[in-house]
Structure formats: structure tokens, C-alpha cells
């Protein structure tokens, strides 16, 4: 469960009082809040301090204002208030400079903590498995229990009697035998990620799904050396992050005609705008090279990466000029200072701090590593 609120303090300078002598409030007591609502409110004649001794509350006022209890709050006389928990073993202590108990107020209408359950969590990665084929195939896949995320980068592959192509994925549930059989036709490249997880919608089971706006980060790592560290967790991320756009696809109200058409237009412009990318020379592309390609405004690219891919352009063009980087330490005779130079890095050092943020550990120590597994 979690909490989500945007305090706003300078509207609520009736309940908290400002440079208070804090030493002056000397007789205390403790409440142990176990209670996410109420219709009682407390209120003391005179100001009193509200700190949190453990666990985490909400302080709540009759407007049904709402503040995390993150450290010690003033409260003016008079104010009508409440604690609430959210969390367990909540324990908090008020404190009056003189002894005094507080009214007790009810209310009509009860207050009570909204909290957001995370729906979909993915608990664990199993396995993360490429298969390229150039020849007819056919395999019948046993039940396991765990869930099956299938993908088609090139080629054609087909599950029972669902045929998927590039940019299209089908889910497979835990408990499920299928066929799978590769089109001899073309090079099929299929990856298949199998992983545990909990709150995915039924609907997306089973099913062909269009994730070909959605696919580049996975394809990315697929192709990415995953004794780096922290590889599996960027994998366990995007998938998350797939299935969480999946499932919004899902509880969206329907749109009207017009925004279904725009819609569909920035499906097809971001896809083509992957596809230039990822075509293009990675080391000279500029992100004004796709305003000019596509005819668009620096801001419309923008909105489009921070919707799609939740990053700026930039920021997408310089992880794949530095996946290329770790590409060129593990397959040429190039040196660091040279590959730095060949990917446009203005200098080494630059290219190895963006490097080590990136991947927490230099490019040196990235290529003697490898030296050390072949």
C-alpha cells in the first residue's frame, strides 16, 4: 500500500505556528495510532508539538487536509486534527507547555487514508533466452509454472494458431503447454523471458500483443552481455514497466475518434523514429538530426521519447552510444581513448564518467573483466 499526497504548506499557515520556543513544551504524552480513519477530531486551547517517535503517520485536519508526519510540527490553538497510521507501530507524542486535555470532536463525515496498492509486481527473473532460426522448427514447450513473455524481433513465429511477426509478443500463463513453430521462410530471432510475477490482468494473457512502441529497451538488452552488473535488474525494469504500459492500455477509457487517430499517428511516428536510430550511425546522430528527419519540433520530440520511453531523446541516443562503447571493448583492438574518440566523446574523461554512471564500473575495468572470461 502506499501513500501519495502534494503537500502544499504555504496554503496551511492556520494550522502550523513558526518560530516556537520548542524547549517550552514540557509536559508530553504518547499515542500509539493503529487506525487509518476517523470521525474524531482532537483539539487543544493552546499550541501543541505533534512528533513522531516510530512507524509512519498522516496528520489530518477537519478540511480534510492532509500531511505526512515526517518531523515535528507546531500546531496553532484551536486546530482540530487527528493522527493516522500509515504503517505499523506508529507512535507518536504531543506535547502542551501546560497540562491539559484535548476536546474531542465528531464529525459527520469520516476521514480516512487513501492508499494505492502496486498492482502488477514481478517477484523474479528465470530466464532470458534468444532464439535465431533459419530452418523450419517445432517444438511443444511443457507447462511450467511461471509466466512466458514471447517476442519477435525479425521473422515469423507461431504459437498454437497464433501467428506473430516483428513487434508483436504474446504472454504466455504459467501452467500452459503450446507449440511453438519458427517459419522457415526468413531468419527468425524470437526472445523469450520467463519470469514470476503477480497482478497481471487475465486479458493479456494468451493473446497477441502489439508492443512494437514499447519493444526497444528489451531488444536492447537481449543483445547486452548480462554478467554486467546490474543487467538483470534494467531487464526485471523494462519488463515491469511493459506490462504496467500494457495493463494501462487496458483500463483507459475509450477515447473519442479524434484521439484514437492521434493516437495511432504517434504510434507509427515514434516507431518510425526507433527505427532511424537504430539504423543510423549511433556515433554521429544528434537529436536535431531527428527534428530535421521526421519534420517535427524539438518539443513534440520530447513529449514523444517522455511518453514512449520515459527518457529524452538525448538521454535514449547516449544509452545506445554507450552500449555501442561496451560493443567495441569486447569485439575490437580498439583502445578506451580510441573508442571514446570514434563515438564523439569530447574526451576520455567525459566518455568514462558517462561510462561509470551508467554502468558503475570504467571502461578499463569493464575490458579487463572481460579479458579475464575469454
Do not use: W
Not at 526472445?191 to 494473457?205: C, E, P, Q, S
Not at 538530426?289 to 517535427?296: A, E, M, R, S, T
Not at 520515459?310 to 569486447?330: A, D, F, G, M, W
Request: include cysteine; charged fraction near 15%; charge should be negative.
Amino acid at each position: 500500500m502506499m501513500f501519495q499526497a502534494n503537500q502544499q504548506f504555504n496554503h496551511a499557515t492556520n494550522f502550523f505556528l513558526k518560530n516556537v520556543q520548542l524547549k517550552d513544551f514540557i509536559h508530553h504524552r504518547q499515542i500509539k495510532i493503529t487506525a487509518n480513519h476517523t470521525h474524531t477530531l482532537f483539539q487543544f486551547e493552546t499550541a501543541v508539538k505533534v512528533s513522531p517517535l516510530s512507524g509512519l503517520a498522516l496528520l489530518v485536519f477537519r478540511e480534510n487536509q492532509q500531511y505526512l508526519l515526517d518531523g515535528e510540527y507546531i500546531l496553532a490553538p484551536n486546530t482540530t486534527f487527528n493522527i493516522l497510521s500509515l504503517s505499523d507501530d506508529v507512535l507518536v507524542q504531543l506535547s502542551t507547555k501546560t497540562p491539559q486535555e484535548p476536546q474531542l470532536i465528531t464529525i459527520e463525515n469520516d476521514i480516512h487514508v487513501t492508499q494505492h496498492t502496486v498492482k502488477i509486481q514481478v517477484q523474479e527473473l528465470l530466464t532470458a533466452v534468444s532464439y535465431q532460426f533459419q530452418e523450419f522448427h517445432q517444438i511443444e514447450v511443457k507447462a511450467q509454472a511461471h509466466y512466458e513473455l514471447l517476442f519477435v524481433e525479425s521473422g515469423q513465429l507461431t504459437i498454437n494458431q497464433a501467428t506473430l511477426t516483428k513487434g508483436q509478443a504474446i504472454l504466455i500463463a504459467p501452467n500452459t503447454t503450446y507449440q511453438r513453430l519458427y517459419d522457415a521462410s526468413e531468419k527468425c530471432l524470437v526472445h523469450t523471458i520467463r519470469f514470476n510475477a503477480t497482478g497481471i490482468d487475465k486479458r493479456l494473457v494468451n493473446t497477441i500483443l502489439d508492443i512494437s512502441t514499447l519493444i526497444a529497451p528489451l531488444l536492447d538488452l537481449m543483445h547486452q552481455d548480462f554478467t554486467a552488473p546490474l543487467q538483470a535488474d534494467y531487464l526485471s525494469l523494462h519488463v515491469h514497466s511493459l506490462l504496467i504500459a500494457l495493463n494501462q492500455r487496458l483500463i483507459e477509457p475509450a477515447s473519442e475518434q479524434t484521439t484514437s487517430m492521434q493516437e495511432k499517428y504517434e504510434d507509427e511516428l515514434f516507431a518510425k523514429i526507433i527505427d532511424f536510430i537504430h539504423s543510423s550511425d549511433i556515433t554521429t546522430l544528434k537529436v536535431s538530426d531527428l527534428v530535421q528527419q521526421f519534420n517535427i519540433s524539438r518539443s513534440t520530440l520530447q513529449h514523444l521519447f517522455n511518453k514512449y520511453q520515459h527518457v529524452t531523446p538525448k538521454i535514449y541516443i547516449n544509452q545506445l552510444r554507450l552500449e555501442k562503447s561496451r560493443q567495441l571493448i569486447r569485439e575490437s583492438n580498439l583502445s578506451i581513448t580510441e573508442i571514446a574518440t570514434q563515438l564523439g566523446y569530447g574526451s576520455l574523461q567525459y566518455f568514462s564518467r558517462a561510462f561509470s554512471n551508467t554502468y558503475n564500473v570504467s571502461p578499463s575495468e569493464y575490458a579487463k573483466g572481460y579479458a579475464k572470461r575469454l
